[in-house]
């Protein structure tokens, strides 16, 4: 028995991510997301250690399932990265600064095994390059 498969150009790929991203309405009601998660803990990054890891001090990973990164030369603040780990095996995180380039290169050889996917505004830079 034998099976076509049926291949897309990577145009068509993203043209139909855009429309379904669209019909789930997913760029437009971010405001109900606002008050999600207020009541889970944030403690490490709250850290005076870690605040200057964090683009936005109001944007902060949850403790319960936050992205741990090894431990460099026995600093236990080294293992901190705005990032945590989302259901159905991915990572959700901030754009990385100039200050945290390291760390989050650091989070991908050490966690990520699969395609990386950056999503920004066009009209704003959010990522350092």
């Known amino acids: ?3 076509r498969v049926q291949t897309f150009s990577r ?4 043209q139909e991510f855009h429309f379904r ?12 997301l606002n008050e999600v998660g207020k009541d889970l ?6 850290s005076e250690a870690n605040r200057e890891k ?7 990973p949850y403790d319960h399932c936050r992205v741990r990164l090894s431990v460099q030369n026995t600093n236990p603040h080294t293992d901190y990265i705005n990032a945590n780990f989302v259901p159905r095996d991915f990572i959700c ?11 989050f290169w650091r989070m991908v ?4 095994r699969r395609p990386l996917w950056c999503f920004e505004t066009a009209a704003v830079d959010y990522c350092v390059h």
């Open 93 to 103: 995180t901030q754009g990385p600064l100039h200050n945290t380039m390291a760390d």
């Open 54 to 60: 964090n683009r936005y001090p109001y944007i902060l």
């Open 41 to 46: 803990p944030t403690r490490a990054g709250e």
């Open 11 to 14: 145009a068509q790929i993203l």
């Open 21 to 32: 991203c669209q019909s789930a309405n997913v760029f437009g009601s971010v405001k109900e």
């Open 109 to 112: 050889w050490e966690h990520i």
């Open 1 to 3: 028995m034998f099976y």
